[in-house]
C-alpha cells in the first residue's frame, strides 16, 4: 500500500520560514519524480516545486528563489523549504509522487502565513 505523509506545516508570520516534509513508503522511492503541489482555498491545485529521480528541479514562478526542494532517497523522503513566506502562500500543501502512469498523493498539510 502507498502511502505518503506530509508533515511540517503551520502558522508562521510574513517572512518566516518552514521546512515541509514527506516521507513515502509502498514504492520504490527513487525511481519517482517527487513533487509539492498546493492549493488555496476557491483555487485549483498548482505545481509548486519537483524533483526527478536524476535530481532535476523545476519550480513554480511564484516561489522561485524563496522555495527549495530536495529529496534524500535513504529516507524516502522529499523535502520543501520554504524562505520568505507570503500571505498568498497560504493553502494546503500535498506531496506528489509520479512515475510512468501511476500518481500518488499525500493527505495534505496546511501552511497559514499571516500578515
Known amino acids: 500500500q502507498v502511502q505518503l505523509v506530509e508533515s511540517g506545516g503551520g502558522l508562521v508570520q510574513a517572512g518566516g520560514s518552514l521546512r515541509l516534509a514527506c516521507a513515502a513508503s509502498g514504492i520504490i522511492f527513487s525511481l519517482h519524480t517527487m513533487g509539492w503541489y498546493r492549493q488555496a482555498p476557491g483555487k485549483q491545485r498548482e505545481l509548486v516545486a519537483r524533483i526527478t529521480f536524476s535530481e532535476s528541479t523545476n519550480y513554480a514562478d511564484s516561489v522561485k528563489g524563496r522555495f527549495t526542494i530536495s529529496r534524500n532517497n535513504a529516507k524516502n523522503t522529499v523535502y520543501l523549504q520554504m524562505n520568505s513566506l507570503k500571505p498568498e502562500d497560504t493553502a494546503v500543501y500535498y506531496c506528489?509522487?509520479?512515475?510512468?502512469?501511476?500518481?500518488?498523493w499525500g493527505q495534505g498539510t496546511q501552511v497559514t502565513v499571516s500578515s
Open positions: 506528489n509522487a509520479i512515475r510512468g502512469s501511476n500518481m500518488y
